[in-house]
């Protein structure tokens, strides 16, 4: 009996100490994490950057892989993310990823902040001319674009220096914006690995030591856990919404809304639409760079628009409203000087004249109604009794009854009127109406 208690208790008992022991090692185990940017540079996307580094330093992992895709940014937003690599506490690996994808522009600075970079096949880097986004308003003398020039290739060589990279390329790639494919930047020093799955990626990184602002590390990612994070919600609306086209059709579409919600109180419709649409605008505006200027200039063309409506001025604050609102538009996102990516804070040229002209064109059509509504014949109330045609019903010598629309109403004359005869009302005196033969 002994024996065979013995027989079944010794396998369970290795069992449970394998499984134990498993649970220690995994325990134990290196992670790393993984995030994906497929989006131009902007505050949202750099927020997201920074806290993912942020939160993988907390979890001790042994890397943060960005898998990145991207057509360039804000070097506001860039500067953010280059500083915040150059004093990471875990190595970073930036993998331009997948087949196809870009690290343009932004990318490359981003990239040469990074501790190790690497590339899927047919993807390519470059292009990080910077480019002045503020239009008409800014500065485009010689001397304010070598300076914007010169600083950026100061920040590029200052990251290629201290990563080891190619600076010569990278001076390259701001002046010249030439950009190379992931064979060719392999070659020229400008990325670490070529790597066509992640996984491959961590093969290739295991062992591999890098300087980080704890000091050197030895990566351990050979068979690493992999956790992939994803944007939050809150993230992903803000990424949907901070688009410069998107927030100001929901500004446009908030002011109208309370407009029109103020102009018929108890609509309800156009009042919540109008608040929720201008709620989400300043929520955007939050991590855009926002001219009050520019809100204010669209202010003023709406209030010469409704002005338009109250004084005839033939046209002129028509012409004004829409002045105003062009230049408020254009003047509404303004980044500073050296914005490398023309798109990022941009509203469309043709959305914001076809606003304009839409919005003059609606308050030209309310003049025109308001205009023949004054110069209408007034038909309810007393006064749209003025003009009316009704029967004598009683004889008018100076004073008797008159039926006008089926009513009975106390009437005088300056002549006499025979009953049954046809009057004219051509006077209304409180509840008394003169008429005349008609």
């Known amino acids: 009996m002994k024996r065979f208690q013995f027989k079944f208790f010794m396998p369970a008992a290795l069992l449970c100490i394998s499984l134990l022991v498993s649970a220690m090692i995994n325990d134990n185990a290196p992670i790393v994490e993984v995030i994906t940017v497929e989006s131009p540079i902007t505050p949202v996307s750099a927020e997201f950057i920074i806290r993912s580094l942020g939160r993988a330093e907390k979890n001790h992992a042994e890397a943060l892989v960005i898998e990145l895709d991207t057509p360039g940014g804000l070097l506001s937003s860039t500067r953010d993310i280059t500083k915040r690599f150059l004093a990471a506490k875990i190595p970073v690996i930036v993998y331009v990823y997948p087949e196809g994808a870009r690290a343009a522009s932004a990318g490359v600075f981003i990239s040469y902040a ?36 010169n600083d950026t290739i100061a920040q590029v060589k200052g990251l290629a220096e201290k990563r080891g990279r190619n600076a010569e390329w990278a001076e390259q790639a701001v002046r010249k914006a030439v950009s190379v494919t992931n064979t060719e930047a392999f070659k020229l020093n400008i990325i670490n690995f070529i790597s066509p799955s992640l996984d491959s990626l961590l093969k290739q990184v295991h062992g591999v030591e890098v300087e980080t602002a704890l000091g050197k590390k030895s990566l351990n990612t050979e068979n690493a856990e992999v956790i992939h994070h994803e944007m939050n919600f809150r993230y992903k609306i803000l990424e949907k919404i901070s688009d410069p086209n998107i927030t100001y059709l929901l500004m446009m579409a908030g002011i109208f809304g309370i407009y029109f919600e103020l102009a018929n109180p108890g609509a309800l419709f ?55 609102m062009i230049i408020g ?14 798109g990022v804070l941009q509203v469309s040229l043709y959305l914001i004249v076809a606003m304009a002209l839409l919005t003059a064109a609606f308050f030209v059509f309310a003049v025109s109604m308001v205009v023949k509504g004054q110069g209408r014949k007034v038909t309810t109330g007393q006064e749209g009794l003025v003009g009316e045609i009704g029967i004598a019903q009683t004889e008018l010598a100076p004073e008797g009854r008159i039926i006008v629309h089926g009513e009975i109403w106390k009437a005088y004359s300056d002549s006499v009127i025979h009953q049954n005869e046809k009057v004219k009302v051509v006077l209304v005196d409180r509840l008394n109406l003169k008429v005349e033969r008609a």
């Open 270 to 324: 156009p009042g919540v639409i109008g608040s929720i649409s201008l709620i989400l605008a300043f929520f955007a505006m939050q991590v855009l760079p926002f001219n009050y200027a520019g809100l204010l200039l669209i202010l003023l063309a709406l209030i010469l628009f409704v002005l338009e409506v109250k004084i005839t001025s033939y046209g002129l604050l028509t012409v004004g409203g829409i002045v105003a």
């Open 329 to 342: 538009s254009l003047m509404l996102f303004e980044q500073a000087p050296g914005s490398d990516w023309g």
């Open 114 to 149: 990074a501790n190790l970079v690497a590339m899927a096949p047919s993807t390519n880097i470059g292009a990080a001319t910077p480019v002045n986004m503020m239009g008409a308003n800014s500065d485009s003398s010689s001397a304010m674009k070598n300076k914007i020039m």
